[in-house]
């Protein structure tokens, strides 16, 4: 166990729906990224969260959004889904801004 | 437009030899590099890093190369062990600004063979 949480593990849902997905960082970690891996594809950078701040945007579409609660908890939220939005959505968590990443198991987001 | 590009999608490799995985990169305002080893159904976990000032990091059995004149840095595992097989990642960060985000490879499937 990594410390870091996401949930729900796996998601199978239909075209044009949204889902929220949820990662709540390791005990004491300031930051929050977001990644994206699809079928043979290495993580992409969606987007990153500082003490409840957005710190930095990657390719993120506009159908996706995200945020950091005050208890520093974040969700990804994915809308209007797509067939080629179904992949692994990592989180990853840092004490402060720097680059010692823990990541979370995944969220598997199958979109049908 | 890949900034990071690992060629081998895989590698396959007896128990107890050398185990090289490599990375290329273009971009060269990346400052800092990252392997990274991922097992089926678990998020990715940090192994080793390297600063761009330096040209070598060692620990245990695992080595980063770094050689930034040809953009290019290189994992070896020696002596490998079954445990390694896993997909190794390689990620660059400091393409400027201060949000410490990395550019990751596809990966490297490295198999090791009792």
């Known amino acids: 166990d990594s410390g870091v949480t996401q949930t729900p593990k796996h998601l199978i849902t239909a075209t044009g729906q949204r889902v929220t997905l949820r990662c709540s960082p390791r005990?004491?970690?300031?930051?929050v990224y977001w990644y994206q891996q699809s079928l043979d594809q290495g993580l992409q950078f969606l987007i990153q969260?500082?003490?409840?701040?957005?710190?930095a945007k990657g390719n993120i579409l506009e159908r996706f959004s995200a945020q950091q609660f005050p208890d520093l908890h974040s969700e990804l939220n994915l809308s209007s889904l797509e067939l080629g939005d179904s992949a692994l959505y990592f989180c990853?968590?840092?004490?402060?801004?720097?680059?010692?990443?823990?990541f979370g198991s995944g969220t598997r987001l199958t979109v049908v | 437009d890949q900034q990071v590009k690992q060629n081998s999608p895989s590698l396959s490799v007896q128990e107890g030899r050398i185990s090289i995985l490599n990375c290329d990169y273009t971009?060269?305002?990346?400052?800092?590099f990252l392997w990274y080893k991922k097992y089926p159904a678990e998020g990715p976990t940090f192994l080793i890093s390297?600063?761009?000032?330096?040209d070598k990091n060692e620990d245990g059995r695992f080595t980063v190369f770094l050689n930034k004149s040809a953009k290019h840095l290189s994992l070896h595992i020696v002596p490998s062990q079954p445990g390694d097989s896993a997909v190794y990642f390689c990620?660059?960060?400091?393409?400027?600004?201060?949000?410490?985000?990395?550019?990751f490879g596809k990966g490297t499937l490295l198999t090791v063979n009792p």
């Open positions: 390297i600063s761009s000032i330096k």
């Open positions: 971009n060269s305002m990346f400052d800092y």
């Open positions: 969260y500082y003490n409840g701040e957005e710190r």
């Open positions: 005990s004491g970690d300031l930051s």
């Open positions: 990620a660059a960060g400091g393409s400027g600004g201060s949000n410490y985000k990395l550019t």
């Open positions: 990853a968590s840092t004490r402060q801004l720097d680059y010692g990443y823990t």
